[in-house]
């Protein structure tokens, strides 16, 4: 059993707390005033005999006193957490611009840290940070945990299992209308911005998907909304075989394309929101008897007619059984030295490097390239 210690009570580290409290995991949504707690998948793991909540630290005072009203232990200042000898673990949950200095001192401390995503500004913060990893032993673990998520699973199964022959292209899109939460994370000086926010996870997830090395990525950042931080990107990424990929992100679109969109030789994979409605379009056959020109608009085409069902089937989309709380376990595990890390900080520099190429490449307007040798 590991003790856990939740710097920042915010909306993610209020639901960490509840989750953990609870023994679920999975009572996430509970920091987030007006949501109910519940388990979210049905094959969850008991953390319980895991992991224990040791207190919440918050410079709040209504995160305190909402902790308070919970039963939850309250730490004074994040050194009260970092002095305490029965925290084994950090969980850093407060605004991106703190994470390095609280997970360097936690770390030099003696304890673990689970970092919130971003987990640092840019990947000079987070070669130091994983330096004194290193040099501690103390595990660093990044909570990139939309890997967890059913759409992303679902995707990458369909990518893995040859279902569209040779995949070609790869889309994920995260498309909402509300511009960007007026706190934090419209403030450059405290991390805030889409690529940081939704960036790392997209990236995250496609560089677990696509085991290849990135040879050019070109990206344009957008400011519908807000001039000092970007409020959307759309990204492309060409991997080592060709294979190419469009990343984006908007808080300004009031209709949405697909989550995905998966393109192979095959066939063609559509995933529509996260609630995982969507299909897969398979090819019988190249030859299609019924080809017929088309009106289009105010042309004919036989090239862009849809095919009949001659030539091709609609499945569903596959089942996925994962754990929602493999994250919390691959801790604990880590910790104890049974498992290798799921996330590394490794991986974390990787896309924390690509993404400063993203931005890169949006300043100056251009496609970046990476040498064989510095491919990310
Ligand atoms: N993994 C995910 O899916 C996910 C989702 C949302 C947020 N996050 C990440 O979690 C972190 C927190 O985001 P949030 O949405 O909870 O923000 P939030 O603003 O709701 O919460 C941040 C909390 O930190 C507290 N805080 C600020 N400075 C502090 C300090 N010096 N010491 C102690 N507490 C302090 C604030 O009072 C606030 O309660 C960010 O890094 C964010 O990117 C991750």
């Known amino acids: ?107 030099r401390s003696g304890k673990h840290v689970l970092c919130e995503k971003p987990v640092m500004m840019d990947s000079h913060e987070l070669e130091e940070v994983l330096a004194v990893s290193a040099e501690t ?73 696509v085991p290849e090395k990135v040879t050019r990525v070109f990206c344009d950042l957008t400011h519908v909304l807000n001039d000092e931080v970007d409020d959307g990107f759309k990204m492309h990424l060409t991997f080592e075989s060709g294979l190419t990929a469009v990343l984006e992100v908007g808080t300004c679109h009031f209709s949405t394309l697909p989550l995905w969109f998966l393109a192979g030789s095959q066939g063609t994979a559509v995933i529509d929101n996260w609630d995982c409605t969507g299909r897969v379009t398979r090819l019988h056959s190249w030859e299609d008897k019924d080809a017929r020109p088309i009106l289009a608009g105010a042309g004919l085409t036989k090239t862009m007619a849809p095919r009949g069902d001659s030539s091709v089937e609609t499945l569903p989309l596959p089942e996925v059984n994962f754990d929602n709380n493999e994250l919390y376990v691959n801790l604990v595990d880590a910790i104890d030295g049974k498992a290798p890390q799921i996330v590394t900080g490794e991986h974390a520099l990787r896309v924390m490097r690509l993404m400063e190429a993203a931005v890169r490449s949006a300043g100056t307007h251009a496609v970046v390239e990476f040498e064989p040798s510095l491919s990310v």
């Open 1 to 107: 059993m590991k003790n856990i210690a939740i710097l920042g009570c915010g909306g993610m580290g209020g639901g960490h707390a509840a989750a953990i409290a609870s023994g679920t995991g999975n009572a996430i949504w509970a920091g987030v005033p007006g949501q109910k707690e519940g388990k979210l998948q049905p094959t969850d793991t008991d953390i319980g005999p895991l992991l224990s909540l040791a207190g919440i630290c918050d410079i709040d005072p209504a995160r305190v006193a909402w902790a308070r009203e919970r039963g939850y232990r309250v730490y004074d200042t994040y050194q009260d957490i970092l002095d305490d000898p029965a925290v084994d673990i950090v969980l850093i949950a407060t605004p991106n611009h703190l994470h390095k200095e609280e997970a360097i001192s936690a770390m």
């Open 137 to 209: 032993g103390k595990v660093f673990y990044p909570r990139q945990n939309r890997r967890w998520d059913k759409d992303y699973i679902i995707a990458k199964k369909i990518f893995e299992d040859g279902t569209l022959g040779k995949v070609f292209n790869i889309e994920c899109r995260v498309q909402g209308s509300r511009g960007i939460p007026g706190d934090w994370r419209a403030k450059k000086e405290f991390g805030g911005g889409m690529m940081l926010d939704w960036g790392v996870h997209l990236l995250d997830r496609l560089l677990v998907m």
